[in-house]
């Protein structure tokens, strides 16, 4: 298959501590499959078409890196290492490590009620706590379902709250049961707000991001800060590819408005296996079954995290963005794919990419 060197990029080093060591660009990658096949998967991906980035990380090493396709149609600017794509729910995994921040240095507490923080917030909501928002079993309405259906402003995580603030109603009896919900995120990233008192893109920059070395990974607005290396999003309208980037929910930030790249996934992922950024004993609260789901793919649901067995994992969905990240801690191995467009979902081919190099391990 021919593609342009920029389409390509190998084993290059990534500056990240810890767990996540360098690839020796002399050496080659760490022993993998032979042929792990993965061009073949991403065929559709390749081109003059909205792409995708893929990374395959082993104890630490990138066994697998490369992008395919545009990230900006319009001018053919490539997918590389360092494009930053939407997470849309992917997302999550930080409102929640952020809430687990501020709980393990007591600055609030995973049972504290959301109203708190939050005090506007109608009866209905008067016994749901931040757990209940991070399991998804507050019961909260759906903000999406209260919007007007000719909206096309766009909303912001304060926004959802007024939202909520009219609705004395809840679907079921907080705690009684799960109902995935995008409300009670953007609801944790407020509480982000108040309890650090910085606002909500401000604390993760500080206190995830820079840290960690994602130096471009941003909780974006439109018209409030810049992507650097910004993949655009796509869908496909009577067969033709057209830019479908922004909608009226796409700043909302606590359920879904992270831009990263594999090389910022890189250093999150590795930070996922020690004490770096939260405790052991708040890493095993993320990945602990938190609630029961009605999910065949993830029977459970941590904080910011589906659980299936051995895998931890998350999607994420949005206009003109699919991602997801898919972990299997007990191998040291990870499948993060980043894409911009709006079809189709990647958690299947994220599983067929991690089988390759499970069958290999077992």
């Known amino acids: 298959m021919q593609r342009a060197v920029a389409h390509r990029f190998g084993w290059i080093a990534l500056l990240c501590t810890g767990l996540l060591g360098a690839a020796d660009a002399a050496g080659g990658p760490r022993p993998g499959p032979p042929d792990p096949g993965i061009d073949a998967l991403l065929q559709r991906y390749d081109g003059q078409v909205p792409g995708a980035a893929v990374l395959v990380l082993h104890d630490g090493q990138p066994v697998f890196r490369r ?26 995994q930080f409102t929640a490590t952020a809430i687990l921040l501020l709980a393990q240095e007591g600055a609030l507490s995973l049972d504290d009620r959301v109203k708190r923080w939050l005090p506007s917030l109608p009866a209905a909501a008067d016994t749901i706590t931040l757990r209940h928002l991070l399991s998804h079993t507050s019961g909260l309405l759906d903000y999406e379902d209260l919007m007007p259906r000719d909206a096309t402003a766009q909303v912001r995580d304060l926004d959802v709250l007024h939202l909520l603030e009219r609705q004395d109603r809840t679907l079921f009896v907080p705690g009684s049961r799960y109902r995935y919900s995008n409300s009670g995120y953007a609801l944790l990233a407020l509480v982000v707000g108040q309890a650090s008192g910085q606002d909500f893109a401000t604390f993760l920059r500080a206190r995830i991001f820079q840290p960690l070395g994602m130096a471009h990974a941003v909780a974006h607005q439109d ?9 655009y999003g796509y869908s496909e309208i ?26 910022d996934l890189a250093r999150w992922d590795a930070a996922l296996y ?20 009605n999910e065949p793919d993830a029977p459970f649901y941590g904080f910011g995290w589906r659980l299936n067995g051995q895998a931890h994992w998350h999607s994420g969905e949005s206009i003109g963005f699919r991602s997801v990240i898919l972990r299997y801690p007990a191998h040291r191995l990870s499948v993060i794919i980043l894409t911009n467009r709006d079809g189709p979902e990647p958690y299947p081919l994220a599983l067929q990419i991690a089988q390759r190099w499970l069958d290999t391990l077992q």
């Open 274 to 293: 020690d004490p770096r950024l939260l405790g052991i004993a708040s890493l095993r609260q993320a990945f602990a079954p938190a609630t029961r789901t």
């Open 238 to 263: 009577d067969g033709r590819w057209q830019r479908t980037d922004q909608s009226p929910t796409s700043a909302v930030l606590g359920d879904g408005g992270i831009y990263a790249s594999l090389d």
């Open 67 to 92: 992008g395919y396709g545009l990230a900006v149609v319009e001018d053919g600017t490539p997918v590389t290492a360092q494009t930053n794509f939407r997470l849309a729910s992917v997302s999550k």
């Open 223 to 231: 018209g409030v800060d810049d992507v650097a290396a910004r993949a």
